[in-house]
């Protein structure tokens, strides 16, 4: 049966391009109801030709071609593609996760004033992660590359430009994990750009919440766009007083709030959302490879790790895992490696499962604490969160009530929404009527008072490593 254009008229496209892969999700704009998807793989790697996102777009979106009135991308932070006068790649992208300028960032860091003028001027203390501090290594290491540089864009500024084909536009969302973004004014800081590359340097337009940046080939309207995790903010629907906490192959706790973050101690990145407020957050580098990495060394799967830490009472017999296994981002130890403590010669395989669940949790525990915000809930999301250990001892261990939301591409999720927006030209996001997550489990009192010795003996462990910072 032949579908009508009237069929179509209330669907719209979100697009997550993340480090490993591209999603696409076909949904309706009234209720949020997924109506198709598609997925194409990314190259392995920490540098990538831009091409390749456009041609995995081309592969997921390919189900639905020719569908959907409007569109928005999401796309991995922080990654710099750097441009010529003519609008064509100077070099392959340097990725999020592309940590060879290390050096440059704690070069600009104290160029801008030390930490605490950093985090006032753009929100965070610079990393080797941020756009800014790769600049600065494209300057020192790659000068004649650096020469040729006449703008610099974001992974989904420049998807977002080859959907349109017009000028550059950004979000202030992802703009402000450059590195040379203001949060607080929503504005470019370009003599920091400037000053990192070496010479003047253009940035694109930052579009406003909601806006209509262009149109496509097929006539779909082109949202704004926006970064990974202001897109899941988006996608998750965000309450104020949530927190998510995301278990991944790294960690994250973030919360949507009216005003600006600026962490003097570098623990807390203030990034905008991608609807007119802010998005504070703590990164972690290790989080599900805890529990793989745990399972591995024990000669289990992941099912039976669980069952093991089951078996296993609260403080796994005293033993302690600090799971800093490739080095931390919170706290910024880089050269730590991972420890167990307590173990001694009556330890069971199920208490160093126990004591990498709770380790686990324990870190994210600290990443929410960064935060300075008391939840009301604790929304867990990411490959992670499928634990049914995880599951059952987080409320206690995080403090809070916590939900596991349906599984679900929450980063495509929220572009879609973000599509939607800008299509009807709405003064905020739809609201979508989705299953959002299982009932909250409550923090038990007897499991807090366990909780309250099990933080303790990590925090007691994490000191003696290290000092928290």
Known sequence: MARSLADDE?????????????????????????????????????EADPEWWWDALGRAGEPMRGRGRAVAVAAQ???????????????????????????????????????????????????????????????????????????????HD????????????????????????????????????????????????????????????????????TGDNMAAALGLQLQPGDVVVSIGTSGTAFAMTDAPHADARGLVAGFCDAAGGYLPLVCTINASRVLSTTARLLG??????????????PGANGVVLLPYLDGERTPNRPAATGTFSGITSTTERADLARAAVEGLLCSL????AALGITPSRVLLIGGGSRSGAVQELSSSLLD??????????????????????????????????????????????????????IRARYAALRERTGAWS
């Open 400 to 453: 809070a009530q916590v939900v596991v939301p349906e599984p679900a591409e929450y980063v495509a999720l929220g572009a879609a929404r973000q599509a939607a927006w800008a299509m009807d030209g709405s003064e905020r996001p739809p609201p979508w009527d989705r299953a959002a997550a299982r009932e909250a489990t409550p923090v038990d009192p007897e499991q807090r008072q366990a909780a309250d010795v």
């Open 300 to 313: 289990c799967s992941l099912a039976e790790l669980d069952a093991l830490a089951g078996s296993s009472p």
């Open 77 to 155: 932070q922080h990654g710099m593609v750097a441009l010529d006068a003519e609008g064509a790649v100077v070099r392959p992208a340097l990725l999020w996760n592309d940590l060879r300028a290390a050096g440059q960032a704690d070069e600009l860091v104290a160029e801008f004033g030390g930490p605490a003028r950093c985090a006032e001027l753009t929100g965070s203390v610079i990393t080797a992660s941020f756009t800014v501090a790769k600049l600065r290594w494209l300057a020192e290491q790659e000068p004649a590359a650096a020469e040729r540089v006449a703008t610099v864009v974001l992974p």
């Open 158 to 225: 420049w998807l977002t430009h080859r959907l349109t084909g017009l000028d550059p536009t950004t979000d202030a969302g992802d703009a402000s994990g450059t590195g040379y973004f203001d949060p607080a004014s929503r504005s470019w800081r370009s003599e920091l750009a400037d000053r990192a590359l070496g010479q003047p340097v253009g940035l694109p337009r930052v579009a406003a919440p909601g806006d209509v940046v262009g149109t496509t080939a097929e006539g779909m309207a082109v949202a704004a766009g």
């Open 10 to 46: 209330r669907l719209v496209l979100g697009i997550d391009s993340s480090t490993q892969s591209t999603k696409v999700v076909l949904v309706d704009a009234d209720t949020g109801r997924v109506v198709a998807t598609g997925s194409a793989p990314h190259p392995n790697g920490t």
């Open 365 to 368: 525990a600290d990443a929410v």
